[in-house]
């Protein structure tokens, strides 16, 4: 099935070429992480482009990561940027990436709410996954403090993951 959600590309938002090869995923995901990155959010395609420049350098050199460590990013205004994207294994949610995506919404969530733009776009992208075969039907969504020490994906983001999973 089409994507129905517009993904901007890696090359699109100017991404520097991962360091290995990302791991294939063994099959679709089992569970979907949700993260927030804990920074200011972006505003616009430009903020948002040089906002991902920046978290992918943080997590190639101060975090050792080969990539950015999320599969896809999630901008305040709903637009979708591709990280490490479908199939493959992240670096998100420490000893938990093997069998599952993790999703990062840009902002911190602690206090502020997610937009709906952006709520709305992370739905339509896991449904996207799901009718593409990425991720299985019977996914879990989890948020990343149920598997790790952290707040991450910031209260009022954890609380908005059911609205994620709805059939609508
Ligand atoms: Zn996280």
């Known amino acids: 099935m089409a994507q129905k959600?517009?993904?901007?590309s890696r090359e699109e938002w100017g991404a520097a070429a991962p360091k290995q090869k990302a791991s294939?995923?063994?099959g679709p995901a089992q569970r979907v992480f949700i993260h927030h990155t804990a920074l200011p959010k972006c505003?616009?395609?430009?903020?948002c482009k040089e906002r991902l420049v920046s978290i992918q350098r943080g997590?190639?050199?101060d975090?050792?990561?080969?990539?950015?460590g999320y599969n896809f990013i999630v901008g305040g205004d709903g637009t979708v940027f591709e990280g490490r994207g479908w199939g493959v294994v992240g670096a998100h949610t420490k000893?938990?990436?093997?069998?599952?995506l993790g999703i990062a919404f840009m902002?911190?969530?602690?206090?502020d709410t997610p937009s709906t733009e952006a709520l709305s776009s992370a739905k339509q992208l896991l449904q996207d996954g799901v009718a593409q075969g990425f991720i299985s039907p019977e996914f879990a969504l989890l948020g990343h403090r149920d598997k790790g020490q952290t707040d991450c994906p910031g209260a009022k983001l954890y609380a908005a993951l059911p609205q994620l999973k709805g059939s609508k």
């Open 24 to 26: 294939p995923l063994k």
């Open 43 to 47: 505003t616009g395609l430009k903020e």
């Open 107 to 111: 902002g911190n969530f602690n206090n």
């Open 5 to 8: 959600v517009t993904i901007v």
């Open 63 to 68: 975090r050792s990561f080969d990539d950015i």
């Open 95 to 100: 000893y938990n990436n093997d069998d599952s």
């Open 59 to 61: 997590h190639m050199t």
